[in-house]
């Protein structure tokens, strides 16, 4: 063997304990994940008016989205941006998640940003507006039984944090 199949040897190895060690991270990262969810799913459950009827990707992606320390205060799932979000309140932000075919859409609202919550309610269905400093959101197409349990929930979560410790 000469001094080029070496290197080329030593190069082919290192490549290929990176791999091992990228495929065993993401291995460990979805056993992690995997672990999480009954506890998250736990939470979900104690929900009043939880609504994840059109939302079941959403939630098995949840574990990459929220910290250990992060309860989840209300759930639902509405149209946003022409596709159906799984939407989270937090005692932190509202958390938008929609799981398409090529990846995980989120957007993140944190809850001193947000200045008012409009809801308005149709036969079956309803809406929410979130307007905040630069921004604001309407979310349409949720369950009737949940509007106002969100809208609740993302106020009493904004006024609680706006409270010092």
Do not use: C
Request: aromatic content about 4%; proline content about 4%; charged content about 30%.
């Amino acid at each position: 063997m000469n001094a080029l199949e070496a290197k080329i040897e030593a190069r082919r190895k290192e490549l290929q304990a990176r791999l091992d060690a990228s495929k065993k991270a993401k291995t460990d990262r979805l056993q992690a994940n995997a672990d999480r969810l009954p506890g998250i799913m736990a939470q979900i459950e104690a929900l009043p008016h939880a609504d994840l009827v059109m939302a079941r990707r959403e939630v098995r992606a949840l574990p990459d989205y929220l910290a250990d320390d992060e309860p989840i205060l209300a759930v639902g799932s509405g149209q946003y941006d022409r596709a159906i979000w799984l939407i989270m309140v937090t005692d932190r932000r509202v958390l938008l998640l929609d799981r398409g075919w090529f990846g995980v859409k989120q957007t993140d609202v944190p809850l001193g940003s947000i200045s008012s919550v409009a809801q308005s309610l149709g036969l079956l269905l309803g809406s929410i507006k979130i307007v905040g400093s630069g921004f604001a959101m309407e979310i349409d197409a949720i369950r009737k039984e949940t509007v106002a349990d969100l809208a609740r929930s993302i106020l009493a979560a904004r006024d609680e944090a706006a409270v010092p410790a």
